[in-house]
Antibody, heavy 114, light 107 residues
Framework: EVHLVESGGGLVQPGGSLRLSCAASGFTFRNYWMNWVRQAPGKGLEWVANIYQDGSEKHYVDSVKGRFTISRDNAKNSLYLEMNSLRAEDTAVYYC???????WGQGTLVTVSS | DIQMTQSPSSLSASVGDRVTITCRASQGIRNDLGWYQQKPGKAPKRLISAASSLQSGVPSRFSGSGSGTEFTLTISSLQPEDFATYYCLQHNSYLRTFGQGTKVEIK
């Protein structure tokens, strides 16, 4: 059975940092692009970033470029999102997703507020 | 970047109604589009891939069509469990883009 389990969310002050993790199991993690998708409270889905199988290629939505970094550790079947210079508008549930196979985690809530 | 314009943003419909949702891409994306259903508090679930391929286990009342810049999701006979929010997602570009969503509500 496939599992994607996000962790690391929480309350952080504007300008602060947070690192999200996603632990994957039940599929061959190293064979797939992986993604982060977020959803602000009461709003729609927004694709945030993705990373190639071996981590050699990464892409970001314009609003997070230079502030967020996606990475992965295939030996640990894990995906990460390092978030710096956080803003109120980054408040959202963050999902880890294998969009090719339609595997999603349950999401982790990040709240940016003073 | 590719923009996806989804319409309508919401609609009210009755059980048994036929419902159509549209997504327009800012440039041609071939058939690199999926349709997703999301219920409150849950992760999205893909209904349609490659614009028109029904995912395994998805009821046949859902169908997708289109290619290039215009795409449609149709629910032929709305059921109570179909009240949810629907999104399109393009994957023609490495920078993925969702449509703004369509909330389907009970009339």
């Amino acid at each position: 059975e496939v599992h994607l389990v996000e962790s690391g969310g929480g309350l952080v002050q504007p300008g602060g940092s947070l690192r999200l993790s996603c632990a994957a199991s039940g599929f061959t993690f190293r064979n797939y692009w992986m993604n982060w998708v977020r959803q602000a409270p009461g709003k729609g889905l927004e694709w945030v970033a993705n990373i190639y199988q071996d981590g050699s290629e990464k892409h970001y939505v314009d609003s997070v470029k230079g502030r967020f970094t996606i990475s992965r550790d295939n030996a640990k079947n894990s995906l990460y999102l390092e978030m710096n210079s956080l803003r109120a508008e980054d408040t959202a549930v963050y999902y880890c997703a294998n969009l090719y196979s339609d595997y999603w985690g349950q999401g982790t809530l990040v709240t940016v507020s003073s | 970047d590719i923009q996806m314009t989804q319409s309508p943003s919401s609609l009210s419909a009755s059980v048994g109604d036929r419902v159509t949702i549209t997504c327009r891409a800012s440039q041609g994306i071939r058939n690199d589009l999926g349709w997703y259903q999301q219920k409150p508090g849950k992760a999205p679930k893909r209904l349609i891939s490659a614009a028109s391929s029904l995912q395994s286990g998805v009821p046949s009342r859902f169908s997708g069509s289109g290619s290039g810049t215009e795409f449609t999701l149709t629910i032929s006979s709305l059921q109570p469990e179909d009240f949810a929010t629907y999104y399109c997602l393009q994957h023609n570009s490495y920078l993925r883009t969702f449509g703004q969503g369509t909330k389907v509500e009970i009339k």
